[in-house]
């Protein structure tokens, strides 16, 4: 499972946008269910409560998320970026986007 900048990298990189508090929702329940907290956030009701809260871009976000937890997506489908551009590692936009 990706570390939560690992996930922002890959959203800023692959999406030109990243909500640190996505992926905080998405990984909330951890330090309580630890690997099981993906029944609670990673599914559709949650990513349709994501949709809610932020809006449509957040959807995109929270789905690269699990498209990382599930192994689809990983550093080697966005490393170009971060090789060119590595102050983009630690770049991500203020959350509150509603898009």
Known sequence: ???RQEHLNAAKILLGYADPLVH???DQSIERLGP???YVTHNVEY???IRQLFGEKAVFEA???LLQDWG???ESD???ALVKHP???RSTEPHGYHG
């Open 1 to 3: 499972m990706p570390r």
């Open 24 to 26: 905080k929702l998405m």
């Open 36 to 38: 099981r907290h993906r």
């Open 47 to 49: 990513i349709r409560a």
């Open 63 to 65: 789905t690269l998320h």
């Open 72 to 74: 689809i997506i990983d």
């Open 78 to 80: 966005y490393a170009f």
């Open 87 to 89: 102050r983009r590692r």
